[in-house]
């Protein structure tokens, strides 16, 4: 079975086109600019301490696997290579784990660029001589929620690209989903009171930073768990070629 998976994982990695040197190289080089250097260079050293990046670190990964995994199964469906996918001995496992594994290793190792570039960019801006690091417990909370972030939005856009007729179709609703987030975050911001704000932060940082990860860790995990589990159950190789 491990074979199998490995098999399927570097066969997307292959067609992920990363190191091909055209147009998504291209983006990736800017979306690493912005976020890695332009971001913490006006962040300051908030962006090594600063708890609130954590959500980033979960957010950045549906950012990067959407575009990708609506390709997985409704971009080869289109192309009928899916048909010659899904006629080879693989089993069904083992098809639907490798694109999992492929996108979210993908998404995961741009995150960590993104961060290692981030820290070594607040340390040449803001550093003045003395080495800045990431606080150990919200460096390894940000290395959690970014890998089980990174599962999560492999297993959603795996999900949608399973039930999309096209890869556009797929990607138009990807595509939305980090916007969606940015609104709700944003009227949340809006709506709720700034008294109960105030308090929130207040109650935070009373509690430490501990609680706040432990919580995330939870939700992002357990939102993961779920979709991985949705997309096993509805992946089915008739079913798949069919669509």
Same mark, same amino acid.
Request: some cysteine.
């Given at each position: 079975?491990?074979d199998?998976i490995?098999?399927?994982?570097?066969?997307?990695?292959?067609?992920?086109?990363?190191?091909?040197?055209?147009?998504?190289?291209?983006?990736?080089?800017?979306?690493?600019a =912005?976020i890695?250097?332009?971001v913490?260079?006006?962040?300051?050293?908030?962006?090594?301490?600063?708890?609130?990046?954590?959500?980033?670190?979960?957010?950045?990964?549906?950012l990067?696997?959407?575009?990708?995994?609506?390709?997985s199964?409704?971009g080869?469906?289109?192309?009928?290579?899916?048909?010659?996918?899904?006629s080879s001995?693989?089993?069904?496992?083992?098809?639907?784990?490798?694109?999992?594994?492929a996108?979210a290793?993908?998404?995961?190792?741009?995150?960590?660029?993104?961060?290692?570039v981030?820290? &070594?960019?607040?340390? &040449?801006?803001?550093?003045?001589?003395?080495l800045?690091?990431?606080?150990?417990l919200?460096?390894?909370?940000?290395?959690?929620?970014?890998?089980l972030?990174?599962?999560?939005?492999?297993?959603?856009?795996?999900l949608?690209?399973?039930?999309?007729?096209?890869?556009?179709?797929?990607?138009q609703?990807?595509?939305?989903?980090?916007? =969606?987030?940015?609104?709700?975050?944003?009227?949340?911001?809006?709506?709720?009171p700034?008294?109960?704000?105030?308090? &929130?932060?207040?109650?935070?940082?009373?509690?430490? &930073?501990?609680?706040?990860?432990?919580?995330?860790?939870?939700v992002?995990?357990a939102?993961?768990?779920?979709?991985?589990?949705?997309?096993?159950?509805?992946?089915?190789?008739?079913?798949?070629?069919?669509?």
């Amino acid at each position: 079975m491990m074979d199998d998976i490995r098999a399927v994982f570097w066969k997307e990695w292959r067609e992920f086109g990363v190191f091909s040197g055209g147009r998504r190289e291209l983006g990736l080089i800017l979306f690493i600019a =912005v976020i890695g250097i332009y971001v913490p260079f006006e962040m300051g050293i908030q962006w090594v301490e600063s708890p609130l990046l954590l959500m980033i670190w979960a957010w950045l990964p549906t950012l990067l696997a959407g575009p990708l995994a609506a390709d997985s199964f409704a971009g080869e469906r289109e192309r009928h290579t899916l048909e010659t996918l899904l006629s080879s001995r693989l089993p069904d496992h083992a098809i639907l784990f490798g694109k999992l594994a492929a996108l979210a290793t993908y998404a995961l190792a741009i995150t960590w660029i993104v961060m290692l570039v981030g820290i &070594v960019t607040v340390n &040449v801006a803001h550093g003045h001589g003395a080495l800045i690091l990431y606080a150990p417990l919200n460096f390894a909370g940000s290395i959690g929620v970014s890998i089980l972030g990174a599962v999560m939005a492999s297993g959603f856009g795996t999900l949608v690209s399973l039930r999309s007729a096209t890869a556009r179709q797929a990607q138009q609703l990807l595509g939305r989903l980090p916007i =969606v987030l940015v609104l709700l975050a944003a009227i949340g911001a809006k709506v709720i009171p700034h008294a109960w704000q105030t308090r &929130v932060s207040a109650d935070i940082a009373a509690a430490g &930073v501990a609680p706040l990860i432990a919580t995330g860790l939870c939700v992002i995990g357990a939102l993961a768990a779920i979709v991985v589990r949705l997309a096993v159950l509805k992946f089915r190789r008739a079913g798949a070629i069919l669509d």
